[in-house]
């Protein structure tokens, strides 16, 4: 029945009690006969890419409040009509004032199977991390920011998991435009000039323990050598030049020089890596891919 004479009001002063708030309709905890579709279980439920400033530790001991996205799930029984949606962000602002790090998120994840009667539970927290960079010659600096990914997984046994997720630009220079372009300048005294093209290497690491964003950007610092830059002058860009001839590279190459820093690390247990070049030669991309191996890890 449609009711004709509802009021057009907002009350400010309308107060809500006990009894009041008991006396509202909860879908979520209603029956299974309520269930729509299969009544399976649902391994991540929950919101995503809600924000808020969190606070980061670096290896100097100065903390970084940094604006982070947060995905955080729980898992949802077969039975349940659904979770309390709310739950996951008043659970996760319990922890605002919190510092953050890859194996505090355990105890974020242990407060959602609590707080949403879970089994399982996932979080991710997402931000971009600014390194101050020098300059190759000229000694200017400027900041480099990362796009970064920490994070949990709680499953139904209590085993925590972590991960780390970068993504790391540096600059490709392609060992096959090299020789050509030498070619015709050593053959016909042609001015020639080899392509090279920004690219971004994706990685994911699943940790054995606590690492710091700048070990991992170090890392990969050492692996490729020739990351992009943020302040140059003359100088600094001649001498761009001259590392990315030193340390020419094809997609399948910086896979491998990855693999090899990554496998050295004792903090790293398993880890995946994607190296595209955005070719400036090419309208197609060269991807590389990568995984250490690790039976049953990550693929």
């Given at each position: 029945m449609i009711t004709t004479n509802l009021r057009r009001f907002y009350d400010p002063t309308f107060t809500v009690t006990d009894s009041y708030k008991e006396s509202l309709p909860d879908l979520q905890n209603g029956p299974a006969s309520l269930i729509e579709g299969a009544n399976v279980p649902i391994q991540q439920v929950g919101i995503s890419n809600f924000k808020l400033p969190l606070k980061y530790p670096t290896p100097s001991g100065e903390l970084l409040t940094l604006e982070t996205s947060v995905d955080g799930y729980v898992g949802l029984d077969a039975g349940k009509k659904g979770i309390n949606m709310g739950r996951i962000m008043r659970t996760f602002y319990k922890f605002q004032h919190d510092v953050f790090h890859p194996d505090k998120l355990e105890e974020v994840l242990k407060a959602y199977q609590d707080d949403l009667e879970s089994r399982s539970a996932f979080l991710k927290l997402s931000f971009s991390y600014p390194m101050m960079k020098e300059s190759l010659r000229s000694g200017l600096a400027g900041y480099q920011y990362y796009n970064v990914s920490i994070e949990g997984k709680l499953d139904e046994s209590g085993q925590f998991t972590s991960y780390m997720h970068l993504d790391f630009e540096y600059s490709s220079a392609c060992p096959c435009s090299y020789e050509l372009s030498e070619h015709a300048r050593e053959s016909r005294d042609l001015a020639a000039i080899p392509h090279s093209q920004r690219s971004v290497?994706?990685?994911?690491?699943?940790?054995?323990?606590?690492?710091?964003?700048?070990?991992?950007?170090?890392?990969?610092?050492?692996?490729?050598?020739?990351?992009?830059?943020?302040?140059?002058?003359?100088?600094?860009?001649?001498?761009?030049?001259?590392?990315?001839?030193?340390?020419?590279?094809?997609?399948?190459?910086?896979?491998?020089?990855?693999?090899?820093?990554?496998?050295?690390?004792?903090?790293?247990?398993?880890?995946?890596?994607?190296c595209a070049h955005l070719e400036s030669l090419h309208s197609h991309d060269a991807v590389s891919r990568i995984c250490k191996g690790v039976p049953n890890g990550l693929r």
């Open positions: 290497a994706t990685i994911t690491a699943q940790l054995n323990s606590e690492i710091f964003v700048d070990d991992m950007v170090e890392i990969c610092r050492e692996a490729l050598q020739t990351e992009t830059q943020v302040i140059v002058k003359r100088e600094d860009e001649q001498a761009f030049a001259e590392m990315n001839g030193a340390f020419q590279k094809f997609v399948e190459d910086a896979a491998r020089l990855l693999y090899d820093e990554l496998n050295k690390d004792e903090r790293i247990r398993d880890f995946v890596v994607r």
